[in-house]
């Protein structure tokens, strides 16, 4: 995704993913993401499921491929909807009201 987003928890434990960067990412309804808090919680990583599905996995060993699977489902998991002629998506979070972020 080109770019950078602000986010703001709208209520405490949503965080609402605007159509900008859902757009930015390509996803589109059915898409699961998984979100990737970074250190300090001062920007966050999002990740499509079936973008994960099509890296090269031959290149990866058995271990290592387990490892990121296991990496990518024990994050916080949403998947897109549309709502109208728009989709957006929530993460259901610990965070507080107002509490930001920069999407990276």
Known sequence: MNGHFE???ESAGVL???EEVLGGLGAV????LSLDVGPLSVYLGLE??????AD???AVSADNRWRFLHQFLSRPLTAVE???SRFRRRFFLWWRE???FSTS
């Open 98 to 100: 107002r509490d930001s």
């Open 56 to 58: 090269n996995w031959e």
């Open 82 to 84: 549309r709502e109208g």
């Open 29 to 32: 309804p059915g898409d699961v």
């Open 48 to 53: 499509i499921y079936r973008e994960f599905l």
């Open 7 to 9: 986010l703001t928890v």
């Open 16 to 18: 609402s993913l605007p």
